[in-house]
């Protein structure tokens, strides 16, 4: 394997959702990286899984909330977990924080044209329904969790 060297200046940076920028570092066979910046209050990414790769999270600021199954951890910077394939999982700024964070993926998924899809959507150039439609091209497939969804209306006040 070759070096794979991603310069700050001259990283594709997409804004994929209202709060939520996403950073492509790289994306080969072997690994798929990002970071990504929420803000607060941010919606995060809805409850998924994939069935080809361990994705993984170090948090590099703030605070992450991660559902792993049915069982939501909160993060703290320095804090990292990885997740195997097969497991259901979702992740967001805790209620009250912005994040930061590392994110990958082994082996390698080819997913910047995803994140490509979903800065899409953002704009208005591309339709949720797109993004449903790849789910089998970007082993991304949506699940639901009681957990997740009643996360935020326990956080409120």
Not at 6 to 17: G, K, P, S, V
Request: charged residues 20%; proline residues 5%; contains cysteine.
């Amino acid at each position: 394997m070759t070096e794979i060297a991603t310069r700050a200046a001259t990283a594709e940076a997409i804004q994929d959702a209202p709060g939520s920028l996403i950073t492509l570092l790289t994306d080969t066979a072997e690994l798929t990286c990002n970071t990504a910046t929420f803000e607060e209050g941010a919606a995060g990414a809805p409850v998924h899984f994939h069935t080809r790769a361990t994705e993984f999270f170090h948090v590099t600021a703030g605070r992450l909330d991660v559902l792993v199954g049915n069982e939501i951890q909160t993060l703290d910077a320095g804090d990292f977990i990885a997740i195997p394939p097969g497991v259901k999982h979702a992740f967001a700024p805790a209620a009250g924080h912005t994040a930061s964070v590392f994110v990958g993926f082994t082996p390698g998924m080819g997913r910047f044209d995803y994140y490509r899809l979903l800065g899409r959507v953002n704009a208005g150039e591309a339709t949720v329904q797109d993004i449903k439609d790849s789910s089998a091209t970007y082993d991304n497939h949506y699940a639901e969790s009681p957990a997740w969804s009643g996360r935020r209306r326990s956080a409120e006040p």
